[in-house]
């Protein structure tokens, strides 16, 4: 069977909010969506439902004449979804939210509510448990100077938010010691994952990303996503057949369907986002100095040969200007300040700095935004092996002329999945993707 068949529902299963009553909805389903998202702290998903009527007695009157979904349930938002998915391929997992009700989904909202005689239809729009406890918790205590961050994140994912549905959460090695303040966790962990530090590779590659895949809450250096060996190579070739880079032909499920480029650089933004170069400068209320220009001077050249890449050609930074030796690397596009933390949320006298900016602040900024080089959007057969901060393979034909049945080796090579979104409906399934990467070209480098 081909992943770009019909869906196979094996479970879409709604309970009520007071959890007492039931109804299968896999007959009514029309479309279905689930998304993933690596700057997200939520999974989600979407359901289109058709309904005839005359499927649950009324919650008021079990006895009494059946009504349809939306008033006999009642769908009032809460309700819990046990879905199962198969994988449209032998051997493919399941997208399976079913067995264990920590698994559920929920009903955070209903819209598109149209009822006629004797049909009525309705979307639900879904959230991870969570998502719903992150509303009504508050990060309230103090955490320690002396612990590390990813400690500080697990300590949050099971006292506070009180999941056991953990993935991975990366090491960091830099400490830093914070008081709740009554924020949320979701919005407090993803403070925390701009100011982590990998343990690996240093403070050349700062910058964390905190998200929620179906595997559990992901706190993952961005270094560590990047460095992952390719999951799948996929193809695309605007004829029938594809051939992959050993001229052989490839598989209609590993096939690119369509793709667009939705960005390719974008100098300024990042000029002013300070990308290339900074000047940091920080004040030390202890002795009222300020940072050493020297010091405080931050140049993407310094970093750039230390941290991994998706691409394998070398970012090349035009000139200031016309006859001038300097790149736009050389001159700090942005100003960064702050007063640097000494002591303050310690009971006993201390002169020790929590946490040191200068090792995260502008390294962060750097990651972050040099992962937006190159954006594509791209879809596929649908692949629930797939997930969100995954590697990828993709390869498009060069636009030559020639009858030689090569590959763009620029555009061609390793990307980061950002988002995914898998399309089910009662024709088909497919998975759309929003892929990025931070440089060009292919990257022939071994991978873990």
């Given at each position: 069977m081909m992943s770009i068949s019909k869906s196979i529902y094996e479970e879409l299963v709604l309970e009520s909010n007071d959890q007492k009553r039931t109804v299968d909805i896999k007959t009514g389903v029309i479309a279905l969506e689930y998304f993933e998202d690596i700057f997200s702290p939520t999974i989600t998903a979407r359901v289109k439902v058709v309904n005839t009527g005359n499927t649950i007695s009324s919650f008021k009157d079990q006895d009494g004449e059946k009504q349809s979904i939306y008033n006999g349930l009642p769908l009032r938002g809460g309700e819990r979804l046990s879905m199962k998915i198969a994988g449209n391929v032998p051997g493919r997992e399941s997208l399976d939210f079913s067995n264990n009700p920590k698994k559920y989904l929920y009903v955070s909202s209903i819209t598109d509510v149209i009822s006629?005689?004797?049909q009525e239809s309705f979307t639900l729009n879904l959230v991870s448990r969570e998502a719903i406890t992150n509303e009504t918790s508050r990060v309230s205590r103090k955490y320690s100077t002396s612990s590390k961050i990813s400690e500080s994140v697990r300590k949050i994912l099971t006292d506070v938010l009180k999941t056991d549905s953990i993935g991975t959460i990366d090491e960091t090695s830099n400490k830093y010691g914070f008081i709740g303040n009554m924020r949320k966790p979701f919005t407090t962990l993803i403070w925390l994952a701009s100011k982590g530090v990998p343990v690996v590779s240093g403070d050349a590659t700062a910058g964390f990303v905190f998200y929620q895949t179906r595997d559990g809450f992901q706190f993952r250096a961005i270094d560590n996503l990047i460095s992952q060996k390719s999951k799948a190579t996929y193809v695309y070739s605007p004829t029938t057949v594809s051939y992959n880079d050993n001229n052989e032909k490839v598989d209609n499920e590993f096939k690119i369907l369509n793709y667009s480029t939705e960005k390719n650089q974008n100098l300024v933004e990042k000029l002013r986002l300070g990308t290339y170069a900074s000047q940091r400068i920080f004040f030390n209320p202890l002795n009222f100095t300020f940072t050493d220009p020297k010091?405080?001077?931050?140049?993407?050249?310094?970093y750039s040969n230390k941290t991994n890449n998706l691409g394998g050609t070398d970012l090349q930074l035009p000139k200031i200007s016309e006859g001038s030796n300097l790149s736009l690397g050389d001159a700090p596009?942005?100003?960064?300040?702050?007063?640097?933390?000494?002591?303050?949320?310690?009971?006993?006298?201390?002169k020790s700095e929590n946490a040191d900016p200068s090792l995260y602040q502008s390294q962060s900024l750097m990651r972050y935004n040099i992962l937006f080089t190159q954006s594509l959007s791209v879809m596929i057969p649908v692949n629930t092996d797939l997930r969100a901060g995954d590697v990828i393979e993709c390869l498009f034909p060069n636009n030559s002329k020639s009858d030689k049945k090569e590959h763009d080796s620029e555009t061609s090579g390793l990307y980061m999945i950002k988002e995914l979104c898998h399309h089910f409906n009662v024709n088909n399934s497919y998975t759309s993707m929003k892929l990025l990467r931070d440089t060009f070209g292919v990257n022939n480098k071994e991978r873990k």
């Open positions: 006629e005689a004797q010091e405080g001077l931050f140049k993407l050249e310094k596009s942005r100003i960064i300040t702050a007063i640097l933390d000494i002591g303050t949320i310690e009971k006993e006298v201390s």
